[in-house]
């Protein structure tokens, strides 16, 4: 008598796995198709700086953005920003978020990202849409910029670019090296061959600075004529008064690094719908603050008054005194009613320690 076997079982990982193999080899044929020429590519009647990923989020790139546009600004460049605008209200048809001195729209038709961006560049305009052809001509008609700083436009192939600056994050630069949906490469690794220089984000000095080391020498095989570069995020805070709305675009007083600890004495709850809430949560320790809890949110996620009531029951519950945040969720709560508790904001800026000339001697040299 034969005993059955049962046929095995296809594991998710296995599913996600085939899938993620067919996407690959979508995401390779598409670039042969512009690096061919079979596929059009437009072409600017600009510089354009594009800064970009091949994983999904969580790199930096927003903060990337504002300092390369700084940078520019600061060497002598007319700067503008050409965003998609993901999650707003025009990013199908695109628009003018700021010219640089106003703001045209709020956070949700222009994104929570380039709402940020318009908000922290003075002096810079801000444009979004998805076709970015479309919004950096408009750009150029309507502020005539000599260079336009593409945010997120790694895989945006359709327009031409003359530096393309990607992004990796310092300990995992790859995630667990599976595309889509198996892992959160947005396309091979291979790829890394279009760009003009590399940036290892999130770099850390002391104690963990060995992942770092290991992922440069990783980067630096695989790409051994392009530049590679560390940077460092620098975290920075402000707070919102309790019972007070305050506009985002107001906000302009930071704590100073001794501020800060004079405000760690109270216990904080946390919260954040960003790609990587780990990362903000390791944040706030960094910064010493003693936090009773933190709830995580997808990123980009448009709070709800039953999200606020379930934060604020959460912090009450476990004994905080005040909340604290990212100021990438603070774009997205700034025009809801006022909070019943003080609300710390950590924000980031881009830091290339001693190394920061010789970027912007990169970057001037490529234009």
């Known amino acids: 008598m034969y005993s059955r076997i049962n046929p095995p079982v296809l594991s998710l990982a296995s599913l996600l796995y085939g899938i993620s193999i067919l996407y690959g080899a979508g995401q390779k044929l598409r670039a042969a198709g512009y690096q061919h020429k079979i596929l059009p590519s437009q072409k600017l009647p600009c510089k354009v700086v594009s800064v970009g990923n091949i994983t999904v989020g969580g790199t930096g790139k927003t903060p990337m953005t504002i300092y390369v546009a700084e940078a520019l600004k600061r060497i002598g460049y007319k700067v503008a920003i050409v965003s ?3 999650g707003g209200g025009a990013e199908r048809q695109g628009g ?13 038709r222009a994104g929570d990202e380039p709402y940020m961006i318009a908000c922290r ?16 001509m408009r750009a150029v008609s309507e502020f005539q910029p000599n260079v336009i700083v593409l945010d997120d436009a790694f895989q945006h192939l359709k327009l ?11 300990l995992h630069p790859f995630g667990n090296a599976h595309l889509l949906p198996r892992g959160i490469l947005r396309e091979p690794i291979s790829s890394l061959a279009r760009c003009s220089a590399a940036i290892l984000t999130r770099c850390r000095t002391g104690g963990k600075a060995e992942g770092a ?8 095989k695989l790409l051994p004529a392009r530049p590679l570069f560390k940077s460092y ?10 019972g007070i709305q305050t506009p985002f675009e107001t906000i302009s007083d930071f704590f100073a690094k001794d501020e800060i600890s004079e ?4 216990e904080v709850f946390g919260f954040s719908g960003i790609a990587r809430n780990d990362e903000f949560q390791n944040t706030v320790r960094d910064l010493q603050f003693s936090a009773t809890g933190f709830l995580d949110f997808s990123d980009h996620h448009h709070y709800t008054a039953k999200d606020l009531a379930a934060i604020l029951g959460s912090a009450r519950n476990t004994g905080a005194h005040r909340l604290i945040t990212t100021e990438k969720d603070h774009v997205r709560l700034a025009h809801k009613s006022s909070f019943p508790m003080e609300l710390i904001v950590v924000g980031v800026k881009i830091s290339f320690e001693d190394k920061e000339q010789d970027f912007i001697s990169f970057i001037q040299d490529h234009l």
Do not use: Q, W
Not at 121 to 136: D, E, M, Q, Y
Not at 214 to 219: F, G, K, R
Not at 263 to 266: D, K, M
């Open 96 to 108: 003018i978020v700021s010219d640089g001195r106003t703001l045209y729209m709020e956070s949700e």
């Open 263 to 266: 405000i760690r004495n109270h």
């Open 213 to 220: 080391h290991a992922s440069m020498a990783l980067i630096k």
């Open 160 to 170: 031409k670019r003359d530096i393309d600056l990607i992004l990796l994050d310092y």
């Open 121 to 136: 560049l003075k002096g810079v305009p801000v444009v979004v849409g998805t076709n970015r052809f479309t919004a950096g």
């Open 233 to 242: 995020h620098v975290p920075y805070c402000y707070m919102v008064k309790s």
């Open 84 to 86: 998609r605008g993901y």
